[in-house]
């Protein structure tokens, strides 16, 4: 599989238009489109630790098995003793 990074920018009827380059092969094609989110503009520090902090907010709260403090607790202790 060959990739071809392009920019391009997300018209506001959130289409995209491209134009290939002369060697590119014709057919099929798969189009993946990478774009930044609002939250990656800040350094990971103002965010907190990163995204499973985020991850774990969002999740639901499971009855059984460890709550989202034990959670990042266990997580914290083990950032810790990486250094």
Not at 3 to 23: M, S
Not at 49 to 55: A, K, P, S, V
Request: charged letters at 35%; aromatic letters at 2%.
């Amino acid at each position: 599989m060959l990739a071809i990074e392009i920019d391009t920018e997300v018209t506001p009827d959130r289409a995209i238009h491209v134009q290939l380059p002369q060697g590119a092969r014709t057919g099929r094609a798969r189009v993946i489109v990478l774009y930044e989110s609002e939250d990656t503009s800040r350094p990971d520090t103002e965010r907190g630790q990163g995204n499973l902090d985020d991850l774990l907010a969002v999740l639901p709260r499971n009855v059984v098995g460890r709550d989202r403090e034990e959670i990042a607790a266990s997580v914290e202790a083990e950032r810790a003793s990486w250094d």
